[in-house]
Protein backbone atom coordinates (compact mmCIF):
# COMPACT_ATOMS: atom_id res chain seq x y z
CA UNK A 1 0.00 0.00 0.00
CA UNK A 2 1.58 3.52 -0.98
CA UNK A 3 2.01 6.12 1.74
CA UNK A 4 -0.34 8.84 1.62
CA UNK A 5 0.86 12.20 0.31
CA UNK A 6 1.53 14.63 3.00
CA UNK A 7 -0.73 17.62 3.56
CA UNK A 8 0.07 20.48 1.73
CA UNK A 9 1.30 22.81 4.54
CA UNK A 10 -1.08 25.84 4.75
CA UNK A 11 0.38 29.32 4.01
CA UNK A 12 -0.45 32.29 5.67
CA UNK A 13 -2.19 34.41 3.71
CA UNK A 14 -0.40 38.25 2.39
CA UNK A 15 -3.20 41.13 2.87
CA UNK A 16 -4.21 42.47 0.47
CA UNK A 17 -1.99 45.24 -2.15
CA UNK A 18 -3.07 48.71 -1.06
CA UNK A 19 -5.02 50.65 -3.82
CA UNK A 20 -1.82 52.37 -4.40
CA UNK A 21 0.92 54.14 -2.17
CA UNK A 22 0.38 57.61 -1.03
CA UNK A 23 1.56 60.37 -2.70
CA UNK A 24 4.74 62.15 -1.39
CA UNK A 25 2.98 65.79 -0.84
CA UNK A 26 6.36 67.36 -0.32
CA UNK A 27 7.31 66.15 -4.06
CA UNK A 28 3.62 67.08 -4.95
CA UNK A 29 4.08 70.58 -3.60
CA UNK A 30 8.21 70.97 -5.37
CA UNK A 31 6.45 69.91 -8.59
CA UNK A 32 3.25 72.36 -8.84
CA UNK A 33 5.84 75.03 -7.75
CA UNK A 34 7.98 74.03 -10.65
CA UNK A 35 4.67 73.78 -13.37
CA UNK A 36 3.57 77.35 -11.68
CA UNK A 37 6.85 79.21 -12.89
CA UNK A 38 7.54 76.93 -16.27
CA UNK A 39 3.95 77.64 -17.32
CA UNK A 40 4.10 80.94 -16.72
CA UNK A 41 7.58 81.72 -18.16
CA UNK A 42 7.16 79.78 -21.29
CA UNK A 43 3.66 78.57 -22.14
CA UNK A 44 1.69 75.43 -21.77
CA UNK A 45 3.28 73.67 -25.30
CA UNK A 46 7.27 75.02 -24.56
CA UNK A 47 7.35 73.78 -20.78
CA UNK A 48 7.89 70.06 -20.94
CA UNK A 49 7.47 67.56 -18.43
CA UNK A 50 11.02 66.69 -18.41
CA UNK A 51 12.15 70.13 -17.43
CA UNK A 52 9.58 70.69 -14.87
CA UNK A 53 10.41 67.49 -13.47
CA UNK A 54 14.10 68.88 -13.39
CA UNK A 55 13.16 71.72 -11.65
CA UNK A 56 11.36 69.94 -8.85
CA UNK A 57 13.86 68.30 -8.64
CA UNK A 58 12.45 64.34 -9.03
CA UNK A 59 12.17 62.41 -11.87
CA UNK A 60 9.69 62.61 -14.63
CA UNK A 61 8.28 59.15 -13.63
CA UNK A 62 7.22 60.96 -10.42
CA UNK A 63 5.50 63.65 -11.78
CA UNK A 64 4.00 61.35 -14.04
CA UNK A 65 2.57 59.17 -10.95
CA UNK A 66 1.22 62.13 -9.47
CA UNK A 67 -0.33 63.77 -12.07
CA UNK A 68 -1.38 61.82 -14.89
CA UNK A 69 -0.35 64.33 -17.75
CA UNK A 70 0.30 67.96 -18.61
CA UNK A 71 -3.15 68.90 -18.91
CA UNK A 72 -3.83 67.43 -15.65
CA UNK A 73 -1.02 68.67 -14.04
CA UNK A 74 -1.97 72.27 -15.40
CA UNK A 75 -5.82 72.08 -14.17
CA UNK A 76 -3.95 71.15 -10.18
CA UNK A 77 -1.82 74.43 -10.79
CA UNK A 78 -4.33 76.45 -11.65
CA UNK A 79 -6.88 74.95 -8.56
CA UNK A 80 -3.80 74.93 -5.96
CA UNK A 81 -3.46 78.59 -7.00
CA UNK A 82 -6.74 79.24 -6.64
CA UNK A 83 -6.95 77.85 -3.39
CA UNK A 84 -3.71 79.53 -2.28
CA UNK A 85 -5.42 82.79 -3.45
CA UNK A 86 -8.73 82.62 -2.36
CA UNK A 87 -8.55 80.12 0.26
CA UNK A 88 -11.99 78.98 1.79
CA UNK A 89 -11.72 81.04 4.62
CA UNK A 90 -12.31 84.29 2.54
CA UNK A 91 -16.36 82.74 1.63
CA UNK A 92 -16.88 82.61 5.59
CA UNK A 93 -19.92 84.69 6.60
CA UNK A 94 -18.27 87.08 9.04
CA UNK A 95 -21.88 88.73 10.19
CA UNK A 96 -19.89 91.36 12.10
CA UNK A 97 -18.76 92.96 8.96
CA UNK A 98 -20.82 95.27 7.21
CA UNK A 99 -22.26 93.84 3.71
CA UNK A 100 -19.98 96.14 1.57
CA UNK A 101 -17.06 95.88 3.98
CA UNK A 102 -17.30 91.72 3.56
CA UNK A 103 -18.19 92.18 -0.48
CA UNK A 104 -14.78 94.32 -0.86
CA UNK A 105 -13.01 91.72 1.18
CA UNK A 106 -13.67 88.73 -1.70
CA UNK A 107 -13.12 91.51 -4.18
CA UNK A 108 -9.76 92.68 -3.69
CA UNK A 109 -8.73 89.12 -3.26
CA UNK A 110 -10.19 88.20 -6.61
CA UNK A 111 -8.64 91.13 -8.35
CA UNK A 112 -5.50 91.09 -7.10
CA UNK A 113 -5.22 86.89 -8.19
CA UNK A 114 -6.54 87.43 -11.51
CA UNK A 115 -4.27 90.34 -12.31
CA UNK A 116 -0.69 88.34 -11.27
CA UNK A 117 1.60 87.22 -14.26
CA UNK A 118 0.85 83.84 -13.42
CA UNK A 119 -2.66 83.97 -13.90
CA UNK A 120 -2.67 86.56 -17.05
CA UNK A 121 0.09 83.60 -18.53
CA UNK A 122 -2.63 81.33 -18.00
CA UNK A 123 -5.64 82.85 -19.42
CA UNK A 124 -3.29 83.72 -22.50
CA UNK A 125 -2.53 79.90 -22.70
CA UNK A 126 -6.03 79.16 -22.33
CA UNK A 127 -7.05 82.02 -25.27
CA UNK A 128 -4.40 79.61 -27.93
CA UNK A 129 -6.62 78.33 -30.50
CA UNK A 130 -5.15 74.59 -29.84
CA UNK A 131 -5.87 74.66 -26.44
CA UNK A 132 -8.93 75.69 -26.85
CA UNK A 133 -10.05 72.88 -28.55
CA UNK A 134 -8.64 70.79 -25.80
CA UNK A 135 -10.07 69.67 -22.77
CA UNK A 136 -8.06 72.25 -20.58
CA UNK A 137 -10.60 74.93 -21.00
CA UNK A 138 -13.12 72.51 -18.87
CA UNK A 139 -10.42 71.17 -16.51
CA UNK A 140 -9.31 74.88 -15.72
CA UNK A 141 -13.18 76.41 -14.94
CA UNK A 142 -14.03 73.52 -12.95
CA UNK A 143 -10.77 73.97 -11.26
CA UNK A 144 -10.84 77.77 -10.65
CA UNK A 145 -13.80 79.86 -11.54
CA UNK A 146 -16.77 76.90 -10.62
CA UNK A 147 -15.07 76.78 -7.41
CA UNK A 148 -15.10 80.43 -6.56
CA UNK A 149 -18.48 81.40 -7.85
CA UNK A 150 -20.35 78.49 -6.08
CA UNK A 151 -18.39 79.36 -2.97
CA UNK A 152 -19.37 82.73 -3.55
CA UNK A 153 -23.09 82.24 -4.26
CA UNK A 154 -23.18 80.48 -0.66
CA UNK A 155 -22.12 83.79 1.10
CA UNK A 156 -24.55 85.78 -1.29
CA UNK A 157 -26.86 82.57 0.13
CA UNK A 158 -26.66 83.65 3.45
CA UNK A 159 -26.95 87.58 2.92
CA UNK A 160 -29.90 87.11 1.31
CA UNK A 161 -31.61 85.56 3.90
CA UNK A 162 -30.30 87.48 6.60
CA UNK A 163 -32.37 90.31 4.82
CA UNK A 164 -29.20 92.18 3.33
CA UNK A 165 -29.57 91.05 -0.63
CA UNK A 166 -32.40 90.74 -2.99
CA UNK A 167 -31.55 88.11 -5.46
CA UNK A 168 -33.68 86.05 -7.70
CA UNK A 169 -31.00 83.96 -9.28
CA UNK A 170 -28.04 83.81 -6.83
CA UNK A 171 -25.96 81.95 -9.22
CA UNK A 172 -26.00 84.02 -11.93
CA UNK A 173 -25.49 87.12 -9.47
CA UNK A 174 -22.64 85.32 -8.34
CA UNK A 175 -21.19 84.83 -11.95
CA UNK A 176 -22.25 88.76 -12.48
CA UNK A 177 -19.97 89.99 -9.29
CA UNK A 178 -16.42 88.56 -10.79
CA UNK A 179 -17.35 89.72 -14.20
CA UNK A 180 -17.92 92.98 -12.93
CA UNK A 181 -14.73 92.55 -11.23
CA UNK A 182 -12.47 91.87 -14.56
CA UNK A 183 -14.08 94.61 -16.63
CA UNK A 184 -12.20 96.54 -19.34
CA UNK A 185 -8.86 96.20 -17.23
CA UNK A 186 -8.27 92.42 -17.07
CA UNK A 187 -8.77 92.41 -20.63
CA UNK A 188 -6.41 94.99 -21.68
CA UNK A 189 -3.62 93.11 -18.96
CA UNK A 190 -4.26 89.77 -20.78
CA UNK A 191 -3.89 91.54 -24.54
CA UNK A 192 -0.84 93.40 -22.85
CA UNK A 193 -1.86 96.67 -23.31
CA UNK A 194 -0.90 97.60 -19.68
CA UNK A 195 1.69 95.70 -17.28
CA UNK A 196 -0.56 96.65 -14.38
CA UNK A 197 -2.82 98.91 -12.25
CA UNK A 198 -1.53 101.41 -9.85
CA UNK A 199 -2.94 100.35 -6.37
CA UNK A 200 -5.20 103.53 -6.22
CA UNK A 201 -7.02 102.87 -9.60
CA UNK A 202 -7.17 99.31 -8.36
CA UNK A 203 -9.46 100.14 -5.46
CA UNK A 204 -11.44 102.40 -7.11
CA UNK A 205 -11.94 99.94 -9.87
CA UNK A 206 -13.23 97.40 -7.16
CA UNK A 207 -15.32 99.38 -5.28
CA UNK A 208 -17.03 101.01 -8.44
CA UNK A 209 -17.79 96.96 -9.59
CA UNK A 210 -18.97 96.29 -5.85
CA UNK A 211 -21.04 99.53 -5.63
CA UNK A 212 -22.29 98.79 -8.40
CA UNK A 213 -23.37 94.87 -7.35
CA UNK A 214 -25.29 96.59 -4.29
CA UNK A 215 -26.85 99.03 -6.49
CA UNK A 216 -28.72 96.10 -8.49
CA UNK A 217 -29.08 94.01 -5.69
CA UNK A 218 -29.07 96.02 -2.15
CA UNK A 219 -32.22 95.60 0.05
CA UNK A 220 -34.52 98.44 -0.79
Do not use: N
Request: charged share 25%; proline share 8%.
Amino acid sequence: MSPRPASPVARPRRPAAAPGRPKDLGKGSAILEAARKLFTAQGFDAASMDQIAAAAGVSKLTVYSHFGDKETLFAAVVKSYCEQQLPDALFDLRPDLPLRERLLHVARAFFAMISAPEALAGHRILCSPRIAESPLPRMFWEAGPERVQAAFAELLKRRVAAGELEIDDVPRASAQFFTLLKGEPHARMVFGCCAGMARREAERHVEAAVDMFLRAYGRR
